[in-house]
Protein backbone atom coordinates (compact mmCIF):
# COMPACT_ATOMS: atom_id res chain seq x y z
CA UNK A 1 0.00 0.00 0.00
CA UNK A 2 1.24 3.52 -0.53
CA UNK A 3 1.84 5.89 2.12
CA UNK A 4 -0.76 8.38 2.05
CA UNK A 5 -1.37 11.74 3.23
CA UNK A 6 -3.97 14.64 3.76
CA UNK A 7 -3.81 16.92 0.98
CA UNK A 8 -2.13 20.26 1.43
CA UNK A 9 -5.11 21.89 -0.91
CA UNK A 10 -7.65 21.39 1.23
CA UNK A 11 -9.93 23.37 4.17
CA UNK A 12 -11.61 21.57 6.67
CA UNK A 13 -14.77 22.97 8.63
CA UNK A 14 -16.47 21.37 11.57
CA UNK A 15 -20.09 21.05 11.45
CA UNK A 16 -22.42 19.22 13.77
CA UNK A 17 -20.77 15.70 14.28
CA UNK A 18 -19.53 15.75 10.73
CA UNK A 19 -16.40 17.31 8.74
CA UNK A 20 -16.42 19.48 5.96
CA UNK A 21 -13.86 19.28 3.24
CA UNK A 22 -13.35 21.52 0.34
CA UNK A 23 -10.81 20.66 -1.83
CA UNK A 24 -9.36 24.22 -3.23
CA UNK A 25 -7.78 22.96 -6.31
CA UNK A 26 -10.48 20.45 -7.60
CA UNK A 27 -13.63 22.04 -6.09
CA UNK A 28 -14.69 18.72 -4.22
CA UNK A 29 -17.44 19.35 -1.40
CA UNK A 30 -17.97 16.45 1.06
CA UNK A 31 -19.01 15.83 4.43
CA UNK A 32 -17.74 13.11 6.46
CA UNK A 33 -18.66 11.85 10.04
CA UNK A 34 -15.46 13.53 12.50
CA UNK A 35 -14.60 9.99 13.26
CA UNK A 36 -13.56 9.28 9.89
CA UNK A 37 -11.61 12.48 10.03
CA UNK A 38 -9.90 11.55 12.91
CA UNK A 39 -9.05 8.46 11.45
CA UNK A 40 -7.47 9.95 8.50
CA UNK A 41 -5.59 12.31 10.50
CA UNK A 42 -3.79 9.60 12.36
CA UNK A 43 -3.00 7.78 9.53
CA UNK A 44 -5.47 4.58 10.28
CA UNK A 45 -6.50 3.82 7.34
CA UNK A 46 -7.13 0.31 7.88
CA UNK A 47 -10.01 1.07 9.98
CA UNK A 48 -11.67 3.30 7.31
CA UNK A 49 -14.13 1.60 5.33
CA UNK A 50 -12.74 0.38 1.65
CA UNK A 51 -15.84 2.23 0.26
CA UNK A 52 -14.84 5.38 2.02
CA UNK A 53 -11.19 5.06 1.67
CA UNK A 54 -11.83 4.62 -2.08
CA UNK A 55 -13.68 7.27 -3.05
CA UNK A 56 -11.33 9.70 -0.64
CA UNK A 57 -8.38 8.53 -2.36
CA UNK A 58 -10.45 9.66 -6.07
CA UNK A 59 -11.32 12.70 -4.77
CA UNK A 60 -8.00 13.48 -3.66
CA UNK A 61 -8.13 14.35 -0.09
CA UNK A 62 -6.00 11.41 0.31
CA UNK A 63 -2.52 12.00 -1.73
CA UNK A 64 0.61 9.60 -2.14
CA UNK A 65 3.21 11.39 0.57
CA UNK A 66 6.12 10.88 -2.63
CA UNK A 67 3.62 13.11 -4.69
CA UNK A 68 4.46 16.56 -5.30
CA UNK A 69 0.94 18.32 -5.56
CA UNK A 70 2.64 21.33 -6.50
CA UNK A 71 3.62 20.05 -9.44
CA UNK A 72 0.45 19.16 -10.21
CA UNK A 73 -0.95 22.73 -10.03
CA UNK A 74 2.25 23.55 -12.21
CA UNK A 75 0.90 21.11 -15.15
CA UNK A 76 -3.06 22.64 -14.64
CA UNK A 77 -1.42 25.55 -15.47
CA UNK A 78 0.20 24.28 -18.63
CA UNK A 79 -3.05 23.52 -19.92
CA UNK A 80 -4.66 26.49 -18.71
CA UNK A 81 -1.73 28.23 -20.69
CA UNK A 82 -3.36 26.19 -23.79
CA UNK A 83 -6.78 26.88 -23.82
CA UNK A 84 -6.59 30.80 -22.43
CA UNK A 85 -6.97 33.35 -25.02
CA UNK A 86 -3.84 35.68 -24.78
CA UNK A 87 -5.09 39.39 -25.73
CA UNK A 88 -8.67 40.37 -24.61
CA UNK A 89 -8.02 44.01 -23.74
CA UNK A 90 -5.89 46.86 -25.14
CA UNK A 91 -6.02 49.79 -22.92
CA UNK A 92 -5.04 53.25 -24.27
CA UNK A 93 -4.90 56.31 -21.84
CA UNK A 94 -4.07 59.94 -23.45
CA UNK A 95 -3.19 61.28 -19.98
CA UNK A 96 -3.69 61.15 -16.22
CA UNK A 97 -5.70 64.52 -16.43
CA UNK A 98 -9.17 64.36 -15.33
CA UNK A 99 -12.25 66.76 -14.09
CA UNK A 100 -12.98 64.58 -11.12
CA UNK A 101 -11.20 64.80 -7.26
CA UNK A 102 -12.25 61.09 -6.94
CA UNK A 103 -11.54 60.67 -2.88
CA UNK A 104 -10.49 57.10 -3.76
CA UNK A 105 -8.38 57.73 -6.95
CA UNK A 106 -5.21 55.56 -7.35
CA UNK A 107 -3.60 57.89 -9.31
CA UNK A 108 -3.66 61.23 -7.79
CA UNK A 109 0.09 60.93 -7.43
CA UNK A 110 0.12 60.55 -11.32
CA UNK A 111 0.23 63.81 -14.03
CA UNK A 112 1.62 64.14 -17.75
CA UNK A 113 1.00 65.58 -21.01
CA UNK A 114 -1.35 65.09 -23.46
CA UNK A 115 -0.53 61.95 -26.19
CA UNK A 116 1.27 63.59 -28.99
CA UNK A 117 -0.46 62.70 -32.62
CA UNK A 118 3.18 60.95 -33.44
CA UNK A 119 3.23 58.87 -30.12
CA UNK A 120 -0.72 57.59 -31.16
CA UNK A 121 0.31 56.83 -34.50
CA UNK A 122 2.93 54.97 -33.49
CA UNK A 123 0.84 52.95 -30.69
CA UNK A 124 -1.64 52.84 -33.98
CA UNK A 125 0.94 51.07 -35.88
CA UNK A 126 1.33 48.53 -32.56
CA UNK A 127 -1.99 47.98 -32.63
CA UNK A 128 -2.07 46.98 -35.99
CA UNK A 129 0.50 44.06 -35.41
CA UNK A 130 -1.48 42.60 -32.48
CA UNK A 131 -4.63 42.95 -34.37
CA UNK A 132 -3.38 40.64 -37.14
CA UNK A 133 -2.28 38.30 -33.98
CA UNK A 134 -5.41 38.60 -31.73
CA UNK A 135 -9.01 39.73 -31.51
CA UNK A 136 -9.21 42.39 -28.50
CA UNK A 137 -11.24 45.08 -27.60
CA UNK A 138 -9.54 48.71 -27.48
CA UNK A 139 -10.84 50.24 -23.79
CA UNK A 140 -10.24 53.94 -23.38
CA UNK A 141 -8.86 55.07 -20.49
CA UNK A 142 -7.11 57.61 -17.88
CA UNK A 143 -7.60 59.69 -16.02
CA UNK A 144 -10.63 61.39 -18.04
CA UNK A 145 -10.73 60.26 -21.64
CA UNK A 146 -14.06 62.61 -22.80
CA UNK A 147 -11.69 65.83 -21.95
CA UNK A 148 -12.51 68.17 -24.94
CA UNK A 149 -8.55 68.24 -25.62
CA UNK A 150 -8.58 64.49 -26.59
CA UNK A 151 -11.66 65.28 -29.55
CA UNK A 152 -9.16 64.86 -32.35
CA UNK A 153 -7.39 62.10 -30.89
CA UNK A 154 -10.80 60.42 -29.95
CA UNK A 155 -11.79 60.87 -33.95
CA UNK A 156 -8.18 59.48 -35.07
CA UNK A 157 -9.19 56.44 -33.01
CA UNK A 158 -12.37 56.02 -34.04
CA UNK A 159 -11.24 56.30 -37.82
CA UNK A 160 -8.72 53.65 -37.23
CA UNK A 161 -11.28 51.38 -35.28
CA UNK A 162 -13.27 51.59 -38.20
CA UNK A 163 -10.98 50.29 -40.72
CA UNK A 164 -9.64 47.08 -39.00
CA UNK A 165 -12.97 46.68 -37.37
CA UNK A 166 -11.93 46.77 -33.81
CA UNK A 167 -14.47 47.49 -31.24
CA UNK A 168 -13.89 50.39 -28.77
CA UNK A 169 -14.77 50.65 -24.86
CA UNK A 170 -14.76 53.73 -22.79
CA UNK A 171 -14.29 54.37 -19.56
CA UNK A 172 -15.55 57.33 -18.74
CA UNK A 173 -17.00 59.36 -15.29
CA UNK A 174 -19.68 60.29 -18.13
CA UNK A 175 -19.53 64.01 -17.23
CA UNK A 176 -18.78 65.10 -20.43
CA UNK A 177 -20.69 63.18 -23.34
CA UNK A 178 -22.08 66.24 -24.67
CA UNK A 179 -19.59 67.82 -26.72
CA UNK A 180 -18.95 64.35 -28.01
CA UNK A 181 -22.10 63.14 -29.15
CA UNK A 182 -22.14 63.76 -32.54
CA UNK A 183 -18.85 62.25 -32.93
CA UNK A 184 -20.36 59.09 -31.16
CA UNK A 185 -22.84 59.04 -33.66
CA UNK A 186 -20.53 58.90 -36.79
CA UNK A 187 -18.67 55.81 -35.32
CA UNK A 188 -21.44 54.58 -33.49
CA UNK A 189 -20.87 51.01 -35.52
CA UNK A 190 -17.36 50.66 -33.71
CA UNK A 191 -18.63 51.63 -29.83
CA UNK A 192 -18.96 48.22 -27.70
CA UNK A 193 -19.83 50.53 -24.58
CA UNK A 194 -19.79 52.89 -21.86
CA UNK A 195 -18.81 52.07 -18.58
CA UNK A 196 -19.58 54.93 -16.46
CA UNK A 197 -19.28 54.81 -12.97
CA UNK A 198 -21.91 55.51 -10.26
CA UNK A 199 -21.03 54.84 -6.66
CA UNK A 200 -24.65 54.81 -5.08
CA UNK A 201 -27.58 56.94 -4.88
CA UNK A 202 -27.23 60.70 -5.27
CA UNK A 203 -25.99 61.71 -1.45
CA UNK A 204 -23.55 58.79 -1.56
CA UNK A 205 -22.14 59.42 -4.75
CA UNK A 206 -21.67 62.92 -4.34
CA UNK A 207 -19.75 62.10 -1.42
CA UNK A 208 -17.04 59.80 -3.09
CA UNK A 209 -17.34 61.57 -6.69
CA UNK A 210 -16.84 65.03 -7.17
CA UNK A 211 -15.42 67.50 -9.27
CA UNK A 212 -12.31 69.81 -8.79
CA UNK A 213 -14.05 72.42 -7.36
CA UNK A 214 -15.90 69.79 -5.12
CA UNK A 215 -19.34 69.81 -6.91
CA UNK A 216 -21.56 67.18 -6.85
CA UNK A 217 -21.91 64.94 -10.11
CA UNK A 218 -24.69 62.76 -9.80
CA UNK A 219 -27.63 64.59 -11.51
CA UNK A 220 -25.32 65.46 -14.46
CA UNK A 221 -24.01 61.82 -15.32
CA UNK A 222 -27.81 60.97 -14.76
CA UNK A 223 -28.91 63.15 -17.58
CA UNK A 224 -26.03 62.18 -20.03
CA UNK A 225 -26.91 58.68 -19.37
CA UNK A 226 -30.08 59.87 -20.51
CA UNK A 227 -28.77 60.90 -23.65
CA UNK A 228 -26.84 57.77 -24.50
CA UNK A 229 -29.84 55.70 -23.87
CA UNK A 230 -31.85 57.32 -26.28
CA UNK A 231 -29.27 57.22 -28.67
CA UNK A 232 -29.40 52.99 -28.25
CA UNK A 233 -25.38 53.23 -26.74
CA UNK A 234 -25.01 50.18 -24.37
CA UNK A 235 -24.42 51.73 -20.74
CA UNK A 236 -22.80 49.66 -18.21
CA UNK A 237 -23.32 51.02 -14.72
CA UNK A 238 -20.13 50.45 -12.62
CA UNK A 239 -19.71 50.91 -8.74
CA UNK A 240 -16.96 51.02 -6.43
CA UNK A 241 -17.42 49.76 -3.07
CA UNK A 242 -15.91 51.44 -0.13
CA UNK A 243 -15.76 52.14 3.08
CA UNK A 244 -17.91 55.81 2.18
CA UNK A 245 -20.59 53.17 0.34
CA UNK A 246 -20.06 50.12 2.18
CA UNK A 247 -24.11 50.04 3.82
CA UNK A 248 -25.88 51.62 1.27
CA UNK A 249 -24.53 49.54 -2.01
CA UNK A 250 -27.42 47.06 -1.70
CA UNK A 251 -29.97 49.59 -1.49
CA UNK A 252 -28.60 51.37 -4.65
CA UNK A 253 -28.33 48.42 -6.70
CA UNK A 254 -31.92 46.60 -5.33
CA UNK A 255 -34.05 50.02 -5.60
CA UNK A 256 -32.27 52.52 -8.02
CA UNK A 257 -33.53 52.65 -11.76
CA UNK A 258 -30.41 52.84 -13.10
CA UNK A 259 -29.71 49.93 -11.53
CA UNK A 260 -32.68 48.32 -13.08
CA UNK A 261 -32.50 49.37 -16.80
CA UNK A 262 -28.79 48.96 -17.02
CA UNK A 263 -25.85 45.79 -16.48
CA UNK A 264 -24.44 46.49 -13.41
CA UNK A 265 -20.85 45.94 -12.25
CA UNK A 266 -19.63 46.10 -8.96
CA UNK A 267 -15.48 46.39 -7.64
CA UNK A 268 -14.33 47.00 -4.32
CA UNK A 269 -12.37 50.02 -4.54
CA UNK A 270 -10.14 48.71 -1.77
CA UNK A 271 -7.27 47.03 -3.66
CA UNK A 272 -5.01 44.41 -0.89
CA UNK A 273 -3.42 42.43 -3.79
CA UNK A 274 -2.77 45.55 -5.83
CA UNK A 275 -0.15 47.95 -5.71
CA UNK A 276 -1.82 49.74 -3.05
CA UNK A 277 -1.20 48.87 0.62
CA UNK A 278 -2.59 51.68 2.51
CA UNK A 279 -6.94 51.26 1.76
CA UNK A 280 -8.71 51.78 4.40
CA UNK A 281 -10.79 48.41 4.62
CA UNK A 282 -14.95 47.64 4.52
CA UNK A 283 -15.86 46.81 8.46
CA UNK A 284 -17.52 42.90 7.28
CA UNK A 285 -16.24 42.39 3.55
CA UNK A 286 -17.30 38.70 3.72
CA UNK A 287 -20.73 39.50 5.06
CA UNK A 288 -21.07 42.29 2.95
CA UNK A 289 -20.22 40.01 -0.17
CA UNK A 290 -23.03 37.65 0.68
CA UNK A 291 -25.47 40.72 0.91
CA UNK A 292 -24.45 41.41 -2.61
CA UNK A 293 -24.39 37.65 -4.28
CA UNK A 294 -28.11 36.97 -3.09
CA UNK A 295 -28.97 40.39 -5.32
CA UNK A 296 -27.01 39.31 -8.01
CA UNK A 297 -28.66 35.81 -7.86
CA UNK A 298 -32.10 37.68 -8.53
CA UNK A 299 -30.92 39.93 -10.88
CA UNK A 300 -29.32 38.84 -13.83
CA UNK A 301 -27.96 41.89 -14.85
CA UNK A 302 -26.41 42.92 -11.76
CA UNK A 303 -22.71 40.87 -11.29
CA UNK A 304 -19.96 41.23 -8.49
CA UNK A 305 -17.02 41.03 -9.81
CA UNK A 306 -14.67 39.60 -7.03
CA UNK A 307 -12.71 36.36 -8.68
CA UNK A 308 -12.15 34.62 -5.27
CA UNK A 309 -16.30 33.98 -5.31
CA UNK A 310 -16.93 33.74 -8.99
CA UNK A 311 -13.78 31.20 -8.81
CA UNK A 312 -16.02 29.23 -5.46
CA UNK A 313 -18.88 29.36 -6.91
CA UNK A 314 -18.03 27.90 -10.19
CA UNK A 315 -15.60 24.99 -8.41
CA UNK A 316 -18.65 24.22 -6.67
CA UNK A 317 -21.88 24.02 -9.27
CA UNK A 318 -19.67 23.46 -12.47
CA UNK A 319 -20.29 20.29 -13.94
CA UNK A 320 -17.38 20.02 -15.49
CA UNK A 321 -13.60 20.82 -13.81
CA UNK A 322 -12.88 24.00 -13.47
CA UNK A 323 -8.91 25.31 -13.79
CA UNK A 324 -7.46 26.86 -10.54
CA UNK A 325 -7.62 30.78 -10.45
CA UNK A 326 -4.49 31.62 -12.34
CA UNK A 327 -5.47 35.06 -13.86
CA UNK A 328 -6.66 36.93 -10.66
CA UNK A 329 -6.19 40.34 -11.97
CA UNK A 330 -6.46 39.85 -15.80
CA UNK A 331 -2.83 41.67 -16.19
CA UNK A 332 -2.03 38.43 -18.80
CA UNK A 333 -4.85 39.64 -20.98
CA UNK A 334 -3.92 42.78 -20.85
CA UNK A 335 -1.53 45.76 -22.39
CA UNK A 336 -1.81 49.25 -21.98
CA UNK A 337 0.08 51.58 -23.37
CA UNK A 338 0.49 55.45 -21.46
CA UNK A 339 0.61 59.04 -22.86
CA UNK A 340 4.13 58.18 -23.82
CA UNK A 341 3.31 54.97 -25.82
CA UNK A 342 4.68 52.87 -22.84
CA UNK A 343 3.00 49.20 -22.59
CA UNK A 344 2.62 48.29 -19.12
CA UNK A 345 0.45 44.85 -18.00
CA UNK A 346 -2.21 46.65 -15.96
CA UNK A 347 -3.71 49.68 -14.60
CA UNK A 348 -2.35 50.06 -11.86
CA UNK A 349 0.89 49.47 -12.88
CA UNK A 350 0.89 52.25 -15.58
CA UNK A 351 3.15 55.06 -15.17
CA UNK A 352 5.20 53.63 -12.72
CA UNK A 353 8.13 53.18 -14.71
CA UNK A 354 9.24 49.84 -12.66
CA UNK A 355 6.50 47.97 -14.20
CA UNK A 356 7.31 48.55 -17.81
CA UNK A 357 6.79 45.42 -19.57
CA UNK A 358 9.15 44.61 -22.29
CA UNK A 359 7.22 42.32 -24.73
CA UNK A 360 3.08 41.42 -24.99
CA UNK A 361 4.59 37.64 -24.40
CA UNK A 362 5.12 38.79 -20.45
CA UNK A 363 2.96 36.75 -18.10
CA UNK A 364 2.60 36.48 -14.32
CA UNK A 365 0.75 34.14 -12.40
CA UNK A 366 0.45 33.15 -8.34
CA UNK A 367 2.83 30.07 -9.62
CA UNK A 368 5.40 32.33 -9.93
CA UNK A 369 5.15 33.75 -6.06
CA UNK A 370 6.95 30.85 -4.05
CA UNK A 371 4.84 31.25 -0.90
CA UNK A 372 1.62 31.44 -3.24
CA UNK A 373 2.46 28.20 -4.77
CA UNK A 374 3.19 26.62 -1.85
CA UNK A 375 -0.45 28.09 -0.13
CA UNK A 376 -2.91 25.92 -0.08
CA UNK A 377 -5.46 29.02 -0.61
CA UNK A 378 -3.87 30.04 -4.05
CA UNK A 379 -6.20 28.02 -6.64
CA UNK A 380 -9.10 30.23 -4.92
CA UNK A 381 -7.52 34.09 -4.31
CA UNK A 382 -5.46 33.69 -7.26
CA UNK A 383 -2.73 34.82 -4.85
CA UNK A 384 -0.35 38.35 -4.49
CA UNK A 385 0.11 40.96 -7.16
CA UNK A 386 1.86 39.28 -10.17
CA UNK A 387 4.37 42.65 -10.11
CA UNK A 388 4.63 43.47 -6.73
CA UNK A 389 4.79 40.60 -4.04
CA UNK A 390 2.88 42.27 -1.77
CA UNK A 391 1.37 40.58 1.86
CA UNK A 392 -1.01 38.53 2.13
CA UNK A 393 -4.05 38.29 4.60
CA UNK A 394 -4.64 34.47 4.24
CA UNK A 395 -6.83 34.40 7.75
CA UNK A 396 -9.05 36.67 5.81
CA UNK A 397 -9.26 34.84 3.07
CA UNK A 398 -9.75 31.60 4.84
CA UNK A 399 -12.33 33.60 6.99
CA UNK A 400 -14.30 34.56 3.56
CA UNK A 401 -13.95 31.12 2.21
CA UNK A 402 -15.46 29.34 5.12
CA UNK A 403 -18.23 31.49 5.64
CA UNK A 404 -19.57 31.01 2.06
CA UNK A 405 -18.72 27.60 2.30
CA UNK A 406 -21.01 27.21 5.21
CA UNK A 407 -23.85 29.48 3.21
CA UNK A 408 -23.28 26.61 0.91
CA UNK A 409 -23.80 23.80 3.00
CA UNK A 410 -27.24 25.62 4.58
CA UNK A 411 -28.81 24.57 1.22
CA UNK A 412 -27.12 21.20 -0.15
CA UNK A 413 -26.01 18.10 2.14
CA UNK A 414 -23.10 16.58 0.52
CA UNK A 415 -21.81 13.51 1.95
CA UNK A 416 -19.30 10.38 1.16
Known amino acids: MKELKLTKYMISIPHNEYMVLFHTIYGYLDIIPNSVFSMIKNGEFSEIRNQDYELLLSRRYLTDTKQNEEKILLSQLCEYKKIRKRIKNVYLVFSYNCNFDCIYCFEQDKSGNQIE ?30 LIDNYANLKRIFSFALKLDIRVRIITNGFTIKPFLNLFLKFKSVLEEFIITIDGNESVHDSTRITKNHKGTFKRIRENIELLDNESFPVIIRSNIGIENEYKIVEFIENNALCKDHNVKLYFVENNRGLLSNRSTISDKTELIKRINRVCNKHENIELVYPPLNQMLAMIYDDNFVLPLFDYCNSNSIILYDYEGVPYSCTESCGNKDYIISDIQDEHYFTDIPKCLKCHLGPICGGGCKLKNNKQCKIEMENFIIQILQDVIEKNFYEI
Open 117 to 146: AKVLEKILERLTLIHNEFDFVLTLYGGEPL
